[in-house]
């Protein structure tokens, strides 16, 4: 029985196709147009309403007061991270915890999408009130709340004090599901309509506020739901 060769060109196409396939498998959980639906979305608006997309690592908690904290470790903060906030009234799950290799994030304001690009998984974590920016929400899973927040936080030096669990550094950063939220990550909330409280930025009637009220006065702000009010301000 005869070998079977193939022409040299034909090993080279078949390569070529094998690897373009395997890329377009990468590729696949990615949403498409990322810059041009952030650009259409941030058409004609100030630098306080607009949104973002981005690439990093993501570790999302739980805490015992009911909130979602989203992590997000991305090249272009150095050492700080990246820190998303939504306030809930009562979260299903108290416990929960995600770790996400390589995601990428929408921030509409009032939403925040991680779309995980190595699998099929998406977070959509919003405000109750308002509609699905991107119409994911059938897709993955939904959590809704009356306050998203977003700021920055450093994890370098002594403002990380937790324990490195599982060996990763994104789990290291702020402690277990459940636990309290780390200090210095206020400033920016929503507060019930009727308590009293002191704010510098925003205020009763105020659906939104802004300013460098985050950890060592870091830019942070925040959207708010309706029956809520934003405030902003540093003894929070």
């Not at 994911?136 to 306050?147: K, L, P």
Request: with cysteine; aromatic share 8%.
């Amino acid at each position: 029985m005869k070998n079977l060769k193939l022409p040299v060109f034909v090993i080279l196409f078949l390569g070529v196709f094998i690897m373009s396939c395997s890329k377009e498998q990468i590729k696949s959980f990615e949403i498409e147009n990322a810059t041009e639906i952030m650009n259409t979305f941030n058409n004609l608006k100030q630098d306080f309403q607009r949104g973002e997309v981005i690439k990093g690592e993501v570790y999302i908690r739980s805490t015992n007061d009911q909130q979602l904290l989203v992590f997000v470790k991305n090249k272009d903060f150095d050492q700080r991270t990246l820190l998303y906030k939504l306030q809930t009234e009562k979260l299903d799950n108290p416990l929960f915890e995600e770790v996400i290799g390589k995601s990428q994030i929408f921030y509409f304001r009032n939403q925040l999408i991680v779309n995980d690009l190595e699998s099929s998984r998406r977070f959509s974590l919003r405000l109750s009130d308002v509609d699905d920016n991107l119409k994911v929400d059938e897709e993955g899973v939904v959590i809704t709340g009356f306050g998203l927040a977003r700021m920055t936080v450093d994890l370098s030096g002594t403002n990380n004090t937790a324990v490195l669990r599982g060996g990763n550094p994104l789990q290291s950063a702020f402690g277990e599901p459940g636990t309290s939220q780390p200090v210095g990550t206020l400033g920016c909330i929503c507060v019930t309509n009727g308590v009293a409280v002191s704010c510098d930025s925003g205020g009763f009637g105020s659906t939104g506020c802004s300013g460098n009220y985050g950890p060592n006065g870091s830019p942070c702000s925040t959207s708010c739901g309706s029956g809520y009010f934003a405030c902003c301000d540093n003894a929070l």
